[in-house]
């Protein structure tokens, strides 16, 4: 894991008070952009869970499949399943 994930912190962003960034978008750092991350997460949950994407341009779906090359492993995914 890189010190992004460990740390919890990307400097220069977050709220006023130097509130976390949310752990979503630190992983995007690591691992590519939001929604590829929020989608591999969810391909990750077994069956019967899937996603549903409604990409509005060509550049949104090669983002959306840009979720099939991210893997997350069991680290990354407790790790993100503690933003609840």
């Known amino acids: ?3 992004v994930m460990e740390y919890g912190r990307i400097p220069g962003l977050g709220g ?3 509130d976390p960034v949310p752990r979503l978008i630190m992983a995007s750092v ?3 952009t939001p929604t590829r ?3 591999a997460w969810v391909l990750g949950q077994g069956f019967p ?3 549903l994407i409604g990409p509005r341009s060509v550049a949104e779906l090669r983002d ?3 979720a099939l090359d991210v893997r997350l492993g069991p680290h990354e995914v407790a790790w993100l399943n503690l933003e609840s």
């Open 16 to 18: 006023p008070d130097g």
């Open 64 to 66: 959306c499949l840009g």
């Open 30 to 32: 690591a691992f590519g």
């Open 49 to 51: 869970t899937f996603p």
């Open 1 to 3: 894991m890189s010190s």
């Open 37 to 39: 991350i929020a989608l």
